[in-house]
C-alpha cells in the first residue's frame, strides 16, 4: 500500500495520505526522516484530520468516501 513512501520521506514530503477505498479509511504519514515516516495514522469514517500545513482545514473522513450502498 505504501510503496511510494520511502521515496517521499527521502524527498522530505512533510505528509502523506492515502484514501484507502476497499477498507474505508484514511492513513496518514507524517514526520519523515532518513527516508521513512515516523508517523502513521489510520482514520476511519466519524473521524476528522487536518493536514499540519493547514490545520483550519478539518476534512470528516467519512465524506472522502462514496455513500455505503444498502445490503
Do not use: H
Amino acid at each position: 500500500m505504501n510503496a511510494k513512501a520511502p521515496l517521499y520521506a527521502e524527498a522530505d514530503v512533510p505528509e502523506y495520505w492515502i484514501v484507502n477505498l476497499v477498507d474505508r479509511e484514511l492513513v496518514v504519514f507524517r514526520s519523515p526522516e532518513e527516508g521513512a515516516y515516523r508517523d502513521r495514522i489510520t482514520y476511519r469514517a466519524g473521524d476528522r484530520v487536518a493536514p499540519e500545513a493547514w490545520q483550519d482545514v478539518v476534512i470528516e473522513v467519512s465524506e472522502l468516501f462514496p455513500a455505503e450502498e444498502p445490503s
